[in-house]
């Protein structure tokens, strides 16, 4: 392995490039781009997710409620609109049933559900409501 391709792909990584994007621009394979790295011994960070703030997480209702659409208070707080959605929401308005860690026996009709309300007592008064 040349040591100028390593130290090459090395540097760019750690300066933020992706293996894939440091592979192609030494122009090698990325598995050789990881084989490089690793042969270097030199830790590669993974990037971390950034935790939300109360503060940010109160800037992301204000500005939906101004009207702005998720994407776009994403792009204002350099955040995917996927993590907008789910602050705005809030637990409350999540959608799905509420899961359960271990599976339980349903009160009423004793079978073992993983998710609340039982979907099988659920099922079995929309029959006889209808």
Request: hydrophobic share 40%; aromatic share 2%; charged share 25%.
């Amino acid at each position: 392995m040349s040591d100028d391709l390593t130290t090459r792909v090395c540097d760019l990584v750690r300066r933020g490039h992706t293996i894939r994007a440091a592979a192609a621009t030494v122009g090698i394979s990325p598995a050789q781009a990881w084989l490089r790295v690793a042969a270097l011994g030199d830790a590669i960070t993974r990037r971390r997710r950034r935790p939300v703030t109360a503060t940010e997480r109160e800037q992301m209702i204000e500005l939906v409620d101004a009207g702005l659409s998720r994407a776009e208070v994403g792009r204002r707080l350099t955040r995917s609109k996927s993590v907008i959605q789910f602050h705005v929401a809030g637990p409350a308005q999540r959608s799905g049933p509420r899961r359960i860690r271990s599976a339980i026996r349903c009160d009423q009709c004793g079978a073992k559900i993983n998710v609340v309300p039982c979907v099988r007592c659920a099922t079995v008064a929309v029959r006889h409501a209808g």
